[in-house]
């Protein structure tokens, strides 16, 4: 796959050049690319956005109110939605990037000029990364401002509502006040938990997560609040909702879904080669057998246990299935997991170590030995 950063290369760069060359008196086309351009290769995604975003803050307008009314002019008309490609019409897509940063950094002076202009800036990407400087520097005047978005006919901007105001959205800066005290944004979520857009309905759900990882009884509280009358579309946010806590294996968020402890004998956990090298697949085989005199419903993970650098083994857990069992009834499941080199992680070779987690309990562990070729580990990824 080509990498992220690519999406800021030096098309694009002359893309937004071509559209400043039309609004500014003077502008310096080609001052402007060589000192981008020079520095663009070695320069990773949030940065080739950072870098563009500053080259433009130096030849727009210091005036927050005029440097706005010219970012306005150059968005790509929406004309056509589905498409997410810059060209000489206007720009859009990764485009928006840097675009945003400008109005994101530079243009809280111009407070509610710039959330508009952000409004209008979402459908042709996103936003969310950008109104979150308009949160940390008055977060009621934003918030205020943001919920009246909420009716707004088109869902991605509904949707900037719900992931512009996550505590801790990727790639994002983080919202230390919201982290702190979560529930100014409560009643937005709750707006919109029954929207008509599955898109919108996911970032509520991805907002939630964020604050299970801080107030997880907060939002078992109101996971179970929302069950009452649910729609399928919003049980289906509410189990996304709650997907770390239950990974987690926290007791009160499996029981709002109906999952109560698993009764359950593991007569066996094993893998099927004792030594796997970093490329190749694991595969593992499990026999369980209830020991309930009821059916009970089991919501199945396995966990990897690899090691780090000090040794220690670290778990991570993989969602597997959710199976329902007869009293007495056994069965034989397999899985196999590719494990892969990513840029996320470092493996270390030697023994690790895989489990089961059913219904929030751990059961068994089989290890089997990691062989990492040198060559075989990926690159970091960069800002």
Sequence with gaps: MEPFKNNISPRLVGLIADQLS??????DRSGFMDGILSELEDLELKDRARLIAHRMHAVLPADPGKRNAILATMLHPMDDPESDQSDERGIRGWGMMPLGMVVGLYGVDDFDGSLALLRTMTPRWTSEFDVRYFLLADEDRALATMTGWLGDPDYRVRRLVSEGTRPRLPWGVQ??????????????????RDDPEEYVRRSVANHLNDIAKDHPDLVVQLASGWMKDATPGRLKLLRHACRTLIKQGHAS????FGFGPAAIRLSSLQVEKRIVTLGDSLAFACELTSTSRERQEL?????????????????????WKVLALDPRQTITLQRTHAVRAVTTRRYYAGDQMVSLRI???????????LIVPEESQPSRIGK
């Design 22 to 27: 039309a609004h500014l008196d003077g502008f």
């Design 175 to 192: 919202l230390p006040q919201l982290v702190a005290d979560p529930s100014p944004t409560l009643p937005i979520l709750t707006k919109l």
């Design 253 to 256: 968020a499996l029981r709002v």
């Design 299 to 319: 919501i199945l993970d396995y966990v990897l246990h690899f090691r780090k650098a000090n040794g220690t083994l670290s778990p991570k857990v993989f969602k």
């Design 359 to 369: 219904n929030g309990q751990d059961f068994g562990e089989a290890a089997f030995e």
